[in-house]
């Protein structure tokens, strides 16, 4: 079981920038891949951006290309979500995760238990 603790949300206008992290703990062995995913009341939790521990490969979605980054720190089994230019569409909870080589960011069955997540709003 791995155990995922989320920070950095908070309150930010339009155009602003914050900076989230993700800790992981527990048995990240068999972690692949970290990744970021976000969720709006009345819709589906969304991934966000993802980042491979090994090579560093990353993914993301294409509305946030070129305003997010993602990264990471080995030794200290974190993950790191960089957001720039927020949009007030960014608000949401944002959550981390890991999943396995061979099963899919967009396949709920890929992953495991979800943190508590952290709150990001984006005012217009």
């Known amino acids: 079981q791995v155990q995922l603790v989320e920070s950095g949300g908070g309150l930010v206008q339009t155009g602003g920038s914050l900076r989230l992290s993700c800790a992981a703990s527990?048995?990240?062995?068999?972690?692949?891949?970290m990744g970021w995913f976000r969720e709006v009341p009345g819709k589906e939790r969304e991934f966000v951006a993802g980042i491979t521990w090994i090579g560093g490969s990353t993914w993301y979605l294409d509305s946030v290309k070129g305003r997010f980054a993602i990264s990471r720190d080995n030794a200290k089994n974190t993950v790191y979500l960089q957001m720039n230019s927020l949009k007030p569409e960014g608000t949401a909870v944002y959550y981390c995760?890991?999943?396995?080589?061979?099963?899919?960011?967009?396949?709920?069955?890929?992953?495991?238990?979800w943190g508590q997540g952290t709150q990001v709003t984006v005012s217009s």
């Open positions: 527990g048995r990240t062995s068999s972690s692949y891949a």
């Open positions: 995760n890991t999943r396995a080589f061979g099963t899919s960011w967009h396949d709920e069955r890929s992953f495991g238990s």
